[in-house]
């Protein structure tokens, strides 16, 4: 690996303001658009080898239903199943995990971290989740693991709710909130109100979890100034053990950009980007002014040494990740796969006795390298011996055109040994990002 990569003046002189349909965010490398069906067979050729001793494992499950959903979700979610069908789900998800735990290289390995998402895994009852936990564990042992994480809409949480969560193992909690105003929550689609957010914060808390998160979303639509300084003001009252904040995007697969593309709208009715990076910074200054850490673009941490995302800082380290359910991601062995898309053939795929996988994309031991360097400049600050060690690559070789660019423009502090976001590079940083991609995953990577 001792390619070094050219900048492409386009991408780092055009800095984006009104928010466009697309995604900018980076959640895995490479683009999911290079992910092919012709590669669902490396995935099986994986299973088939021996399990490796020192790669973490992973178990995520996608449940997929919700209540509302949300103008600006882009995520595989259904909100008019009925408890019969709900069931029906769960049992496929359940054969399609015994189906992967059987093979050499998952059978026998315990996992180091559980990740429930969707959708809105708390739509779940309580005898469905125990059920479906109940299940999981007999497949893959979570005895002993780091993390188990359940992502939570808080107007499903009822007491009764909340106490099955922690039963079940939970240790990671992290409430959707986004935003505390009736109105800004009603416009943007979300399914709860405010005060089910201090009802299931304050219940929750007296039940001993780990570590409580609450999600917030700058630039909503209809969202004000005052109104963001009054939701970041809440969230430190409130004083969640940490606190993720997004920047609002229209995805294409999203009804808010259908309605767009209706009216023939180019910008979406949303928060240009300075302005939600302006939004992000104030929230930032005012949970360090309370005693919060910013740990990454996206968080803020009340006590660092003892709150992990062990779930995201495994995944950018390269943890396997055993993911089922429709639509989900995993990676196992360096390769990444989706599932189908839609429950129907998702689930007529494992009735057939088949792996329900509809894309794969095996990576290279560049890409390998490129991925994790990208992921974890997420958390602000990269050593580049760290990658020298692990991949026998200097990132400040293989990607000094980029890193140079990044010192110049006020993005970064620039040593030989490592670097270090300013507080603009970070809050940019996903836009920044796509100038690091190889060459050949350039073209499709905005849009992915």
Known sequence: ??????????????????????????????????????????????????????????????????????????????????AQEVKAYIDAGMREMERFAKQPYLSGRKAHFVYFGGGTPSYLSVPQLKDLTNRMKDLVSWDGAAEVAFEAEPGTLSETKLTGIREVGVTRLSLGVENFDDHILETNGRAHRSG?????????????????????????????????????AKAVQLGPDAVTIYQMEVPYNTTMYQQMKAEGKVT?????????????????????????????????????????????DALWEGADLLSCGVASFGHLGGVHYQNQADVGPYMQALDAGQMPIYRAYQTDAEERFVREFILKLK??????????????????????????????????????HDITLTRDGLLQVDRLLHDFFLPKHRQYARYT
Request: hydrophobic share 35%; net charge neutral; glycine share 4%.
């Open 268 to 312: 979406a009715p949303v928060a240009d980007w300075q302005t939600k990076r302006d939004w992000v910074s104030y929230a930032f200054d005012e949970f360090v002014k309370a005693g919060y850490t910013v740990t990454s673009a996206y968080t803020v941490v009340k006590d660092p040494q003892r709150i992990k995302f062990v779930y995201r």
């Open 379 to 416: 958390l602000g600050h990269s050593s580049f011996d760290y990658y020298q060690n692990k991949f026998q690559q200097s990132p400040r070789q293989f990607f000094a055109p980029q890193l140079e660019y990044l010192a110049k423009e006020g993005f970064a502090t620039l040593t030989n």
């Open 196 to 232: 089910e957010i201090d009802k299931a914060y304050r219940f929750a808390r007296t039940l001993g979890f780990e570590h409580i998160n609450i999600d917030l979303i700058s630039g909503m639509m209809n969202e004000t100034e005052a109104n963001w300084k009054d939701t970041v």
């Open 1 to 82: 690996m001792s390619t070094t990569l050219e900048v492409p003046p386009s991408a780092t002189e055009k800095k984006v303001d009104q928010t466009e349909a697309g995604n900018y965010f980076v959640s895995n490398y490479p683009p999911f658009s290079f992910w092919q069906p012709d590669q669902v067979s490396v995935v099986e050729a994986i299973l088939q080898t021996p399990a490796p001793a020192e790669v973490p494992l992973g178990v995520y499950f996608h449940i997929p239903f919700c209540r509302k959903r949300c103008h600006f979700c882009y995520f595989k979610v259904y909100t008019d199943k009925n």
